[in-house]
């Protein structure tokens, strides 16, 4: 099969692309809200808006790359097993690997980074996120709520692409001049 046949359509993208976005976006934002107590002591107005220019522009990148992952998957896998329900799948994996990642950033600690330790909860997750994603791709109202969900999830992209086409802009007149 030719690469590009197996390469989701534009209208399956979005609202993976927009899932993608939510979670990465807001994640960061909450990270951001949590720290901006402690900058405001030390920090100018501009300094703390400076930050949060290069955290979306880094949030930007961070999402094209997560998509990019999510569109070589749908390429190299076979097309029963991710392209053909990229939406479902492509969201469920997001929520899921993100959602287990920032759970991991929550719930860090020191003695869980040896690799004795860390491997077999990896390993664990992985089979979970696996199993799941089978299982969204399997029955019926799981599929249907992880659409929606996806699917609702587009408006929000009307928000998150101006500020962070502002950001960017921001960015690159501050860094130019």
Same mark, same amino acid.
């Given at each position: 099969?030719? $690469? %590009?046949?197996?390469? /989701? *359509? ?5 609202? #993976?692309?927009?899932? $993608?976005?939510?979670?990465?976006? #807001? +994640? ?5 809200? +949590? *720290?901006?107590?402690?900058? @405001? ?6 300094? %703390? ?6 955290? &979306? ?14 569109? &070589?998957?749908? #390429?190299?896998?076979?097309?029963? +097993? ?6 479902? !799948?492509?969201?469920? @994996? ?8 920032? @759970? ?7 003695? $869980? ?6 491997? /077999? !909860? ?5 089979? %979970? %996120? ?7 791709? *399997?029955?019926?109202?799981? !599929? !249907? ?9 587009? &408006?929000?992209?009307?928000? +998150? ?7 960017? @802009?921001?960015?690159? &007149?501050?860094?130019?001049?």
């Amino acid at each position: 099969m030719d $690469i %590009v046949k197996k390469i /989701p *359509r534009w209208e399956q993208v979005i609202p #993976v692309y927009a899932v $993608i976005v939510m979670m990465v976006y #807001v +994640w960061s934002l909450f990270q951001y809200f +949590w *720290r901006l107590s402690s900058w @405001l002591n030390f920090s100018t107005l501009g300094q %703390v808006g400076g930050i949060y220019v290069y955290t &979306v522009a880094v949030n930007f990148i961070e999402s094209l790359l997560i998509l990019l992952v999510l569109l &070589v998957l749908s #390429v190299i896998l076979p097309s029963k +097993w991710f392209y053909e329900q990229f939406v479902v !799948k492509g969201s469920a @994996l997001t929520f899921l690997t993100l959602g287990g990642l920032m @759970l991991f950033n929550q719930t860090l600690f020191e003695d $869980i980074l040896h690799p004795s330790i860390l491997l /077999p !909860k990896v390993l664990a997750f992985a089979a %979970v %996120v696996v199993l799941l994603i089978f299982l969204f791709g *399997r029955i019926g109202f799981l !599929k !249907k709520i992880m659409e929606e969900l996806a699917n609702r999830m587009t &408006v929000f992209l009307y928000i +998150w692409m101006p500020i962070t086409a502002i950001s960017i @802009l921001v960015l690159l &007149v501050q860094n130019i001049f």
